[in-house]
């Protein structure tokens, strides 16, 4: 058996009996289908509601054969989107856009697009668990063989041709009239939003949901984006199918995405004649026009920028070794930084520990006297201003970067972003030259509270609470209070797939990339004996609501607050 490449399908009952004129099937249909499709000798994953796990084995063996269950309450428990996609089907502004619509199986079936959008997930989830050790990874519907004839996978082996065409994300796409008013439901208005096109030019063509892939590289790079781009979305009010999205990401991200036409009734045999009679033709990776990258990536180069990256650590190199780790298994961190290690420690028997991993990782080892999470961060900031660094990078060292496999669907931070963002170093370089932060916050959810809610009001003078909140401008006698000011965002970005907001942000010891002048502004231009947290908050707030400083913040978080070694806390100072 040759496990280079695993095949990823699925198949439930979604009642599509039920749904409108034009649109029914008997789920025996289905059924069918797929049993011609189980026929393939080649690995795969299957994900299948248990009740249905008989027809699995009736035609697989278990050497090359994983199996997931997801029932159909699955989708509805734990799809994020689940309510946002309720929301939208059942609102005539939407499906009345077309008279196809209303009838359509994403308008009348509550689990269609919960399904269907899934369906990269579960790619990405099979990349993840890898039960196969295999480079490449395809999604095949479970009744493809309904209008691609099984002959292709059986007698052909036209897969065993397949992984020359996966380096890249591989989508499959077919003419699409431009006159049309939406794209599967998705306005034309939200296109023309997602895809900035120039010279008055429309989408041409739409990329199908029945087959596409690539390699584990590319999976993990394109679930990211893919995710980004469909919660985006839908918050905006905008649904089609998980088709509209693979469009979206087709025409934003062409270098990153093979891409094949077939013809204009959108049936995908055409391509695996194609690829039987080794004929398929890539279209050039060259984007369209340079519009998308314009607005999306800027044509930065972060080759441009020298970032610094600097660790506060305190008593426990295997908590710094923990966390180092986790930066092992992102590109960027370690390997293109200025590494500064500032170690508080006051245990002289660590010393020598920490002496090898500054060595092992090319760190400049700077030894003080506890000089505390403050009084270091304080350090750091006149150590970066008299460096030739054009940003930094401020963690102390139980601030874990999550990993790879945290990337798996669902698992979200409480307030539903992603706690895994592939390219991470890059995208946030990215970001802060693109809009000119002053500094660029990391995590949108922290240990003791999330950046919805504004604590900057707890700290700031009474005078400017009074101004800047006239409708609550006192503080709660004892404790935190029950409603405190939200947080006041300006606008949304997007850059390679990762969201970010600017507004009223909040300044905190989380960790944050800060560019050469914003650090001036926070920390060198205005100076306290013995900083705090809260001070700085305040100040650095201040400085925002003049515009003398400009901050953002990813709509993610990537990071984890996890110590797994802890000192005595009468030892902990602040400065």
């Not at 087959?211 to 893919?226: H, P, R, W």
């Not at 980004?228 to 270098?255: A, C, D, N």
């Not at 426990?316 to 298994?329: G, N």
Request: negative net charge.
């Amino acid at each position: 058996m040759n496990n280079e490449l695993t095949i990823v399908t699925g198949i439930w009952d979604l009642n599509r009996e039920e749904a409108g004129d034009g649109f029914k099937r008997p789920f025996s249909h289905y059924i069918e289908n797929f049993k011609k499709l189980l026929q393939v000798d080649a690995p795969m994953v299957i994900f299948i509601d248990e009740e249905h796990e008989n027809l699995i084995w009736e035609h697989r063996n278990r050497d090359n054969t994983a199996v997931y269950f997801k029932n159909t309450n699955h989708f509805r428990e734990y799809f994020e989107f689940y309510d946002k996609i309720q929301e939208i089907r059942t609102d005539p502004e939407w499906y009345q856009q077309a008279a196809w619509l209303t009838e359509s199986a994403q308008a009348t079936m509550d689990l269609y697009n919960p399904v269907v959008m899934s369906k990269m997930f579960m790619l990405n989830d099979a990349r993840v668990f890898n039960p196969f050790n295999s480079d490449y990874f395809i999604w095949l519907d479970g009744g493809i063989t309904n209008t691609v004839h099984p002959g292709y996978f059986t007698h052909d082996k036209v897969l065993d041709k397949l992984t020359q065409y996966l380096d890249k994300f591989l989508f499959l796409c077919f003419p699409y009239d431009s006159s049309a008013p939406e794209i599967h439901g998705f306005t034309r208005e939200g296109i023309r939003e997602w895809v900035p096109l120039r010279d008055g030019k429309e989408v041409e063509y739409v990329a199908r949901g029945g087959i596409f892939g690539g390699s584990a590289k590319a999976i993990e790079k394109m679930n990211g984006l893919y995710w980004s781009f469909l919660s985006g979305t839908l918050q905006k009010g905008y649904m089609g199918t998980e088709e509209s999205v693979f469009t979206i990401l087709s025409y934003r991200y062409p270098e990153e995405i093979n891409r094949v036409m077939i013809h204009a009734d959108g049936l995908v045999n055409i391509f695996f004649e194609n690829l039987k009679n080794d004929s398929v033709e890539i279209i050039s990776t060259t984007p369209p026009n340079n519009a998308a990258r314009e607005t999306d990536r800027s044509l930065i180069d972060i080759n441009e920028t020298k970032t610094s990256l600097y660790i506060v650590t305190f008593n426990f190199p295997d908590q710094l070794q923990f966390l180092l780790d986790s930066f092992e298994r992102h590109e960027g961190f370690l390997k293109q930084t200025r590494n500064i290690l500032l170690d508080n420690s006051t245990d002289p028997k660590v010393d020598d520990r920490y002496k090898q991993i500054c060595e092992k990782y090319n760190f400049e080892h700077v030894k003080k006297d506890n000089i505390g999470i403050c009084g270091g961060r304080q350090w750091i900031a006149e150590h970066f201003h008299e460096s030739d660094s054009t940003h930094m990078l401020f963690f102390e060292d139980d601030f874990i970067l999550n990993t790879p496999e945290q990337a798996v669907p669902f698992t979200l931070c409480p307030n539903g972003f992603a706690k895994f963002v592939p390219n991470l170093y890059s995208i946030i370089h990215k970001i802060i030259l693109k809009e000119n932060f002053d500094f660029l916050k990391l995590n949108f959810t922290e240990f003791f509270g999330d950046n919805k809610t504004q604590w900057a009001w707890y700290n700031v003078p009474q005078s400017v609470r009074e101004e800047h909140w006239p409708e609550k401008p006192s503080l709660p006698e004892i404790g935190f209070d029950d409603n405190p000011p939200k947080t006041i965002f300006h606008n949304i970005g997007n850059v390679d797939g990762l969201s970010y907001a600017n507004g009223e942000i909040y300044y905190c010891n989380w960790p944050q990339l800060v560019s050469k002048s914003g650090n001036q502004k926070m920390f060198i231009d205005t100076k306290w004996g013995h900083p705090y947290e809260q001070t700085w908050m305040s100040h650095i707030f201040q400085l925002t609501l003049t515009n003398d400083i400009t901050p953002g913040i990813l709509l993610a978080s990537p990071f984890t607050h996890e110590r797994h070694h802890h000192y005595d806390g009468k030892l902990r100072r602040e400065n």
